[in-house]
């Protein structure tokens, strides 16, 4: 292939593939198995309330705008904004925040691939039944077997992390299209079938209540920064994926109703995960705030004792590796995307990227603190902080006029209002949540 076609920017074939492909980026292991657990592990109604108003007033405004500089650009996030950043006569430095991104993507997967190789083990646990009919807690004493088991999840990060490299390589557009428009539908009917379960089976008053009574005086400076953190993780925002996904936007498609369909859908999908996983947490005795391991301890006791347990555990947990591997993609993209455009072969920059992330993963397993920090340093600060240049970006540079010309769909009230948020209100929000974190205010 020359050069030329090498950087061709492809498209989606549609509106629809955009919206499932940006879906598969969005909903992820952030969904099913962090949501609940820093849920969990930071006091419930009060956290979930702040991370739906970040959805709702940074999430979703920060996400048009990125995905109108990637539409706009045609480029990888690099380039993009150094693109756009010429194109206003504004510095090159704003380019930092597509190098930034591409870090914070290969920071992620360092933990993230761990992660899914957890889910990876539960399939092989589940389906061949190696859980089925045990107390429950040996179950959830398998969990920590598992985590002191460096060599086990060496294998299962390592084959994961073969798998993203391999798809990669294979270019994202061709396979993963058509992937997640199947993937994730069934992951959604899975996730019903589960939450029928849990309403049969779990306390699921209790977990209502938990999920959605705020007790305000649990939200200290550093839960409010969680849930900001989660909000931009969760939508894949402030790290250039969103912007390499909305560079294969088609022109003509609307960029608000796709991210308000994206943003929604995320959004149900982690509250679902919630309202399965904590009523079973409440059933089993475990606690909501027993960190990492609540899905792979919880579910498998549920399983344990349900009809087809073990084809239904092994069907899950492969579905959540899946949704992990469709974000997983998402984390390297923008990577290889820039690594592509500097002349490197697609297949070199794939193989290169992935083993280094490999490496980080290699390190994330044998120490958790690694794990802890990259997990901590990118959610909380990386993406926020993208977020943050990117609405500053578009709001005092690109301004009003431009980017009234990219988002013409929507009405004039519309479009002021959500220019007013992206120039004075995302700042202004992730600024203040980042100085209370601080104890500044
Ligand atoms: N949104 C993914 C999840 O919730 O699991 C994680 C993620 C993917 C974050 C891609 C950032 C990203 F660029």
């Known amino acids: 292939m020359s050069e030329t076609n090498t950087l061709q920017t492809p498209t989606w074939t549609s509106r629809w593939t955009f919206i ?10 952030g969904n099913i198995w962090k949501f609940p657990y820093i849920a969990g592990e930071n006091g419930g109604g009060a956290f979930v309330l702040m991370y739906l ?35 206003v006569d504004a510095s090159k430095a704003w380019s930092f925040i597509g190098i930034m991104g591409v870090a914070a993507g290969i920071m992620i997967l360092m933990y993230y691939s761990v992660v899914a190789g957890w889910a990876l083990e539960y399939v092989f646990q589940s389906a061949t039944s190696s859980y089925i009919g045990k107390p429950s807690a040996d179950i959830a004493e398998g969990f920590s077997t598992l ?41 959604f009917l899975l996730l ?15 977990a209502l209540s938990f999920m959605f009574t705020a007790d305000f005086s649990k939200l200290t400076g550093d839960v409010v920064l969680i849930a900001m953190g989660h909000a931009f993780f969760t ?7 969103v912007m390499v996904y909305g560079s294969y936007m088609p022109q003509n498609a609307s960029i608000p109703s ?54 239904f555990g092994a069907g899950f947990f492969l579905l959540v590796a899946i949704a992990a591997l469709s974000s997983s993609i998402s984390l390297i993209e923008p990577g290889i995307a820039w690594l592509e455009k500097l002349g490197v072969n697609r297949i070199a920059a794939a193989l290169g990227l992935a083993l280094f992330c490999w490496l980080g ?12 920090k990259l997990d901590y340093i990118t959610a909380n600060i990386m993406l926020p902080l993208g977020g943050l240049l990117i609405a500053v970006f578009v709001g005092w540079k690109l301004g009003f006029t431009r980017s009234r ?8 009230g519309l479009f002021n209002l959500w220019f007013v948020v992206i120039r004075f209100i995302a700042p202004l929000g992730v600024l203040i949540i980042f100085a209370k974190s601080l104890g500044l205010i």
């Open 20 to 29: 499932m492909a940006t879906t598969g980026a969005a909903v992820g292991l």
């Open 53 to 87: 108003g970040c959805i709702l007033l940074l999430g979703v405004p920060i996400m048009i705008a990125e995905t109108m500089l990637g539409r706009k650009g045609r480029e990888n996030p690099v380039h993009a904004m150094l693109k756009h950043a010429r194109s």
């Open 147 to 187: 985590s002191a088991d460096t060599g086990r999840q060496l294998m299962w990060h390592s084959i994961f992390m073969a798998g993203t490299a391999l798809i990669v390589a294979l270019g994202v557009t061709k396979g993963i299209g058509k992937a997640v428009n199947i993937l994730m539908p069934m992951l």
């Open 192 to 206: 019903l079938m589960l939450l029928g379960y849990a309403y049969e089976n779990g306390e699921f008053s209790q």
């Open 235 to 241: 939508l894949s925002l402030g790290m250039g994926t």
């Open 258 to 311: 796709a991210i308000i369909t994206v943003a929604f859908l995320d959004t149900l999908i982690a509250l679902v995960a919630g309202m399965t996983i904590f009523p079973l947490v409440f059933a089993s005795g475990l606690e909501p705030a027993s960190g990492p391991g609540l899905l792979f301890k919880t579910l498998p006791i549920a399983f344990s004792t349900m009809w087809n347990g073990a084809f």
């Open 361 to 372: 993963g290699v390190a994330s397993i044998y120490t958790t603190e690694v794990f802890d």
């Open 405 to 412: 010309k990219e988002i013409s769909e929507i009405s004039g």
